[in-house]
């Protein structure tokens, strides 16, 4: 049943999930250097995820993927004394990093790799992540198809492409030849997905019945599971009807809003609203919030507190969407000249038809709307954060003008705007993420016994975010001329160094023989006839 389907019109992340046409898969690997049997990263200042400050110099000794000692070796502005550092063998690899932030790999909690209407090859995909430091990805829908995706988790794990390792969730119903129409059908589902493979599953929506038993088939076969509460499910299935069935994630914002109607069960839709019609989704999506209990009114409270209670965890995904407040600003970000390929940028032109390019009129009406509603939305989310809660990071790129790698940073400065400290966002994007992954054990801090992934700059990161975009930051020299600082120096991932200025370059690369086999070597702007 589900192969008859083209696509499926959800939220933020339409695709092609049937796995029945796929992107090109990424190539062997050829870069990287490591793991060593022993390798000594010297004099780093070192954040390590938990939310502590800095501190440095430390040596951290890692042999092969994982570390073995982290040794504080002196003072701010003294020399180190050789006695207090871990001796270095002959045969081991030391890499003099003085002056240089290090801190864990960053989680993309939502990740998709891309499908054949973004038209992105894998190795695209992938070095962009790695190239902004990003080690590890859910999947969020599979939409390659589940083998495909789990075919290149374990390419990953074994380090055999270059890549981030990866999680692959699927899509409730994904490869079953009817509708799941009850409970006993939605658990074996469950158990034939697990399976097969699968980390988890991303839910959209279903009749409550359904929802109730996949969630908790689900959850009892020890999976994680994520949802995007879409529209055309909300009204009888909101976010506290998931936590309370044992949802681990919920992605966006959809489903917390309906969930914080105090005057109302219903979204106020327009009364010729289509669903179908994405001017119409988006704009009235503005006004959500807007809609729900005001902040820390009594209702307001008490779902935050039941969620709270319940453990469950936030994934804004801000970025996605941004160009809802400032489409201009998504549309002229300046890596989209070098970094974006032709497909992909065709992809997100205004069209009826391509998921998230629903620029039909959009007006300044529409965005003042949606300034207020990021207002709403990220208070909410950082009183979320100050109560103890968890939120991760997540960029859901591929849509809507953000780009793989470079909006997964944007996030992070969305977070900082919401009111986290800059630590704060490093941990919603390190250790958090893990814990909602079930990864704490190995990943999300830099802590002895952990794998050994990393992301490694000159620059210092809770000073200004935007150093770890792949252009970097921009600033005035001494001779009154602007240059580039920062950009991710090396992205460790299992103990193998990544150099990430050149995995950067070879994205930029692909980008440019798509160009070339296009005769396309601009980007052209929707509707402006001098380009």
């Known amino acids: 049943m589900l192969r008859k389907f083209i696509t499926l019109l959800v939220g933020a992340c339409l695709y092609s999930f049937l796995g029945i046409s796929q992107i090109m898969p990424s190539p062997d690997r050829k870069e990287g250097e490591g793991p060593y049997k022993r390798l000594i990263l010297r004099s780093v200042i070192m954040i390590d995820g938990t939310g502590a400050p800095p501190i440095g110099p430390v040596d951290i000794v890692v042999e092969q993927n994982r570390i073995t000692g982290i040794h504080v070796v002196g003072y701010p502005g003294l020399p180190i004394k050789e006695t207090r550092r871990p001796q270095a063998s002959p045969e081991d690899k030391v890499m003099d990093l003085e002056g240089h932030y290090l801190l864990p790999g960053l989680i993309d909690m939502h990740g998709h790799i891309g499908g054949t209407g973004q038209g992105t090859p894998a190795e695209y995909v992938f070095k962009l992540w790695m190239a902004h430091g990003i080690t590890t990805v859910r999947d969020p829908a599979a939409s390659n198809g589940l083998q495909w995706v789990l075919d290149h988790k374990r390419k990953s794990a074994n380090n055999s492409i270059t890549a981030p390792r990866i999680l692959a969730y699927t899509v409730l119903g994904q490869g079953s030849q009817k509708p799941i129409s009850d409970a006993e059908e939605a658990k074996a589902w469950v158990n034939e997905n697990a399976k097969k493979g699968a980390d988890g599953i991303k839910f959209f929506g279903a009749k409550p019945e359904v929802m109730q038993a996949a969630l908790e088939e689900n959850k009892r076969l020890g999976l994680r599971s994520a949802m995007h509460h879409a529209q055309m499910d909300v009204a009888r299935w909101n976010v506290l009807h998931s936590a309370r069935a044992g949802l681990t994630t919920m992605e966006h914002w959809y489903g917390l809003p309906e969930a914080l109607f105090a005057d109302r069960t219903i979204q106020d839709y327009r009364l010729d609203y289509n669903y179908q019609n994405e001017q119409h989704r988006f704009a009235e999506a503005g006004k959500l919030w807007k809609q729900a209990a005001p902040p820390y009114s009594e209702h307001w409270n008490k779902v935050m507190q039941e969620l709270l209670d319940l ?212 980007l052209k702007q929707p509707g402006l006839d001098w380009e």
């Open 311 to 522: 453990d469950f965890t936030l994934d804004p995904t801000f970025n996605i969407y941004e160009a809802n407040r400032d489409l201009m600003r998504a549309r002229r970000a300046e890596w989209h000249e070098e970094y974006t390929l032709p497909s992909l940028w065709r992809f997100y032109q205004p069209s009826r038809e391509s998921h998230g390019s629903y620029w039909f009129d959009w007006t300044t009406e529409e965005e003042i709307q949606w300034k207020e509603n990021y207002r709403l939305w990220m208070t909410f989310v950082n009183e979320y954060k100050n109560r103890g809660g968890r939120v991760t990071a997540g960029s859901d790129s591929g849509f809507i003008y953000q780009l793989y790698g470079f909006a997964f940073i944007r996030e992070l400065e969305l977070l900082r705007e919401a009111g986290f400290h800059p630590l704060e966002v490093i941990r919603s994007a390190t250790m958090h993420a893990a814990e909602a992954l079930g990864l704490e054990k190995d990943l999300g801090t830099v802590e002895v016994g952990k794998l050994a992934d990393f992301v490694i700059l000159k620059e210092n990161p809770l000073q200004n975010i935007k150093v770890l975009y792949g252009t970097g930051a921009i600033r005035i020299d001494e001779t009154n001329e602007p240059i580039r600082v920062g950009g991710v120096k090396y992205t460790v991932k299992d103990g193998i160094v990544y150099d990430a200025k050149q995995l950067l370059e070879d994205a930029r690369t692909i980008v440019q023989q798509h160009k070339a086999r296009e005769e396309s070597r601009k």
